[in-house]
Structure formats: structure tokens, C-alpha cells
């Protein structure tokens, strides 16, 4: 029985795919319920607040087995009778439960999975990760062998804790993982020489991006990549390409089209707050979720709620303009930036050192507050440079497409760069593959 435990691992793994979009800031999980080799149901976790992959497991059981023994087991409401509830649990009995998280033995939006595990007279429990969340730890396990379950851990543990990188950063950090992506060509370039970036890779890495925006709660961008692109940052899941140029993109601003997957709330770094009124992001604030990351010294760190009446007119007027329109205004000022710098080639004052920046580290915390546990960030280069020097980045998507570009043409990280090989950012490959003719490789950042 044993040697199939990665077998069913693997399959309740697939299981808690089926959430990726749906259930953040929770995890992803999946279960499976086995007895003699047979499934006898399969769970997993499908949306924020509803039921737990072991609960959905033992509902579905039930569900099935009340749908195949027909009328006799149904009261007058067409529900499960308690009396029949009570004989199918016999079925279970000495059943194993394979689930790719340890399971929770705490209430929080659901009762603790532990309970429904020994009510239902389950054997043996396999697990996949080990649950960070303070709530949850050894806890589970003590209860579960308590009750006489035998309980085996670190089944298939590498692949289920791949499934969580984003609620494990999250749970333990109270920060949202972040994960640079950025198209560029094979002699690295992310524009030509006047700009142009639409579209360097192919379509289906951008269907592949649309997905990643889907999978991460929050988008983030810099005021550049706004007044250059005029982007929607939008998902737009079900991708047709020919409805990609800017005339389209217009059109949907006016005429927006349904789409039935969840939405990224969208993050724009912009220090002066430049973002211009008739922007699409701005005409679209009402229906998707938007947040601009602001730097005035003037005013405290935080949501900008009142304190903005400090700022001159032309801005505290925009910023009531923009809440007028559901944009969260949060400033977040990097205030060390304010020293005057002397550049160390040519003994001048570097005047952009002295430009105040939106100081991520700090963003990061507001965002963790409002619960945003994941981040695409899609450039530009100003804001990738700031990110990776505030190490808040885990992980980056570098997709290269089959172009050479040459010449001066902007590269995915700005900023001053360094001298030393030795002063790189590091990171080591996680995967790479190939969408049609774009490689994307995946990377870990080293943390420091
Ligand atoms: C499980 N199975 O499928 C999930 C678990 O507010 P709640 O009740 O949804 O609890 C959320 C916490 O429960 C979450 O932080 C994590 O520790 C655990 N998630 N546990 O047994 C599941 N999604
Ligand atoms: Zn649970």
C-alpha cells in the first residue's frame, strides 16, 4: 500500500492546481481519500473561504454516495439522512487521506479539517508540506496521532511545496512574493531605440503572462511603462491576439468585455503621481482594483486618506480626483533618498540620487496588510532596478524571444549597474521551457 503513496500524492498535487487564481491568500491544496488501492473521492481547495481540500473530499464521498444509492438515503429536502450519514462513514473507515498541506486544526473561515478527519474514521493520513502558519504547525499531527491515525509527513514534499511559494513567503513574512517578468530579446533589449516593445515575444508567451497575471493577486508597474504603453494591466485569459493593438485596447475601455477569472489589482509605482487622468488605468479604476504608490515627503507613510490637503493645490487636486475614481493613493517614500549624492566617476552631483523613490520595502508591508500575498511585476526598467535592490524580488521569468534588436535600446534592469562580477545579483534556474519559438527560463533570487 505504501509504495502508492506518491502515486496518490501526485494526484491530489494536480487537485490543488485547480485553485491557482482562486484561492489566495490561501494555499493551494488538494486531497485524496484511498481504501484498497481505490479512490473513493478527491478535494481540493477552490476558492478563498470556502471549504478545505479534506472537507470538499469527504463532501464529494458523501455527495456521490448519495447520488448512487438513490431516494432511500435522502430526506424530505433531498439532503443526506443523518442515519445514512452514519453507515457511509463506515465505508471510510480505515481509509487513507493523502493531502498535500498538513491539515489545519484551527477555526478560521472553516472548522479544523483534523475534526472532520477523525469523525470520518480516517487510518491513515499522508502529507505533503508542512503548514508554516503558527495556527497549524505540529499541532495537527499531535492531534492526529492522539486520535490512533497513523500519520506519515514529507510525501512528495519538494513537489507539494512548489505548489506554495507565494502563501508560504506570505504566512511567515506578511509580504507578498514577488516575481519579476520581463520580455526581451536575444541581445537583450526590452524596446527598440524609439520605444517600440509591442510585442517582442510571441503570442503564446503572452498568453502564457496572461496566466501568470491571473495566478498573482497584484500587478505592479512604474509610471513609465504607464506614460509609454498606456496599459490596461488587465487579465485577458482567453487571449485573441488580433485584439491586442491600442484601438482595441481603447475600445475595451469604453465597451469592457467580461472576463470570468479573477482580476490582479493593480499597483503603479509613480513618486510625483504623473499618471495621467485619461490614462486606461485611471478610466478603468472603477472596475479593477488600483493602487498608486506615491513619494511626498510631506505627508506620513500609509493610505493617503486626508493628509494629502499639505501637497500643493495641483496635487492634493489630483489626488481627489483620483479617489473620486477608487484609486487607493499610498505613499511610501524612500526618505534616505533625499541625501545629496556625489557620483563617484565624475565627482558631480547626481541630480537623479536625489529624486525620491517609492521605497519598496515599505510598500511591500502596506500591500501584505491588505492581504495581496503575490506580485507580477512587469517592468519597466527604472522599477526592476529599484526592486531588486530593495530584495524584494524571489523569483524572475525572462523570456527571450528570437529577435536581435541592437544599437542603444533599453535593457530589463536600469540604474547605475555595477563593476565587480562579483557584486551581481544572483539567482539559479528553477525550469526552462520553450512556447513556440520563446524561451522562458525561471529563476530563483538568492537571498542575501
Ligand atoms: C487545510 N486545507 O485546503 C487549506 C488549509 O480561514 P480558513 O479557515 O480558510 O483557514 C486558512 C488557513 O488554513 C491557511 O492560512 C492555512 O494555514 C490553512 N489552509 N488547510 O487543512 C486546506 N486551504
Ligand atoms: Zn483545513
Given at each position: ?14 487537485l ?8 489566495n ?48 438515503n ?5 439532503k ?22 498538513t ?39 499531535k492531534?492526529?496521532e ?13 513537489e ?18 514577488v ?11 526590452i ?31 512604474g ?13 485577458r ?17 469604453n ?6 477569472v479573477?482580476?490582479p ?5 509613480d513618486?510625483?503621481l ?7 488605468i485611471?478610466?478603468?479604476?472603477n472596475?479593477?482594483?488600483t493602487?498608486?504608490?506615491t ?13 494629502y ?20 493613493i499610498?505613499?511610501?517614500c ?9 557620483d ?7 541630480t ?21 500575498d ?22 524572475v521569468?525572462?523570456?527571450v524571444?528570437p ?20 557584486d ?7 525550469d ?11 529563476y ?5
Amino acid at each position: 500500500m505504501n509504495e502508492n503513496d506518491d502515486f496518490f500524492m501526485r494526484k491530489a498535487i494536480e487537485l490543488a492546481k485547480k485553485g491557482i487564481g482562486k484561492v489566495n491568500p490561501n494555499p493551494l491544496v488538494g486531497a485524496v481519500i484511498v481504501k484498497e488501492s481505490q479512490i473513493l473521492a478527491e478535494g481540493y481547495h477552490k476558492k478563498y473561504g470556502d471549504l478545505h481540500a479534506e472537507r470538499d473530499a469527504f463532501q464529494n464521498f458523501f455527495n456521490t454516495k448519495c447520488e448512487e444509492s438513490g431516494e432511500k438515503n435522502k430526506n424530505s429536502e433531498g439532503k443526506l439522512k443523518e442515519k445514512s450519514r452514519q453507515e457511509l462513514k463506515d465505508e471510510l473507515k480505515g481509509a487513507t487521506l493523502y493531502v498535500t498541506l498538513t491539515p489545519c486544526c484551527h477555526f478560521g473561515k472553516q472548522p479544523p479539517c483534523t475534526d472532520a478527519i477523525i469523525e470520518n474514521k480516517i487510518a491513515r493520513v499522508v502529507i505533503g508540506s508542512r503548514d508554516p502558519n503558527p495556527l497549524v504547525g505540529e499541532k495537527s499531527i499531535k492531534i492526529l496521532e492522539n486520535a490512533g491515525i497513523e500519520v506519515k509527513r514529507d510525501c512528495l514534499k519538494s513537489e507539494c511545496d512548489s505548489l506554495n511559494e507565494v502563501f508560504f513567503k506570505f504566512i511567515q513574512n506578511k509580504t507578498p512574493y514577488v516575481v519579476m517578468k520581463y520580455a526581451m530579446t536575444a541581445d537583450g533589449k526590452i524596446a527598440t531605440k524609439t520605444n517600440e516593445s509591442k510585442w517582442i515575444s510571441g503570442e503564446k508567451s503572452i498568453e502564457f503572462v496572461h496566466f501568470l497575471r491571473n495566478k498573482y493577486m497584484g500587478i505592479m508597474v512604474g509610471i513609465n511603462t504607464v506614460l509609454l504603453d498606456n496599459p490596461m494591466l488587465n487579465c485577458r485569459l482567453k487571449f485573441e491576439p488580433e485584439k491586442t493593438n491600442e484601438d482595441e485596447e481603447a475600445k475595451e475601455v469604453n465597451n469592457p468585455k467580461k472576463y470570468d477569472v479573477r482580476q490582479p489589482v493593480r499597483i503603479i509605482c509613480d513618486s510625483k503621481l504623473r499618471i495621467p487622468m485619461d490614462s486606461n488605468i485611471v478610466k478603468t479604476a472603477n472596475k479593477y482594483q488600483t493602487i498608486i504608490a506615491t513619494a511626498f515627503t510631506e505627508v506620513p507613510d500609509g493610505e493617503i486618506v486626508d493628509s494629502y490637503k499639505v501637497l500643493p493645490d495641483i496635487i492634493a487636486d489630483k489626488i481627489k480626483q483620483l479617489q473620486k475614481k477608487s484609486v487607493v493613493i499610498i505613499n511610501a517614500c524612500a526618505r534616505e533618498s533625499k541625501v545629496e549624492m556625489i557620483d563617484d566617476e565624475t565627482k558631480e552631483k547626481d541630480t537623479r540620487k536625489y529624486e525620491k523613490r517609492v521605497d519598496l520595502v515599505k510598500l511591500m508591508r502596506f500591500l501584505g496588510k491588505m492581504k495581496i500575498d503575490g506580485i507580477l511585476l512587469e517592468g519597466g526598467a527604472t522599477l526592476n532596478e529599484n526592486a531588486l535592490k530593495s530584495n524584494i524580488v524571489d523569483e524572475v521569468f525572462c523570456i527571450v524571444a528570437p529577435k536581435i534588436f541592437g544599437g542603444k535600446a533599453k535593457s530589463p534592469v536600469d540604474g547605475d549597474g555595477i563593476s565587480k562580477i562579483k557584486d551581481a545579483y544572483k539567482m539559479s534556474v528553477k525550469d526552462v521551457k520553450l512556447l513556440n519559438n520563446d524561451v522562458v527560463i525561471r529563476y530563483t533570487v538568492a537571498s542575501e
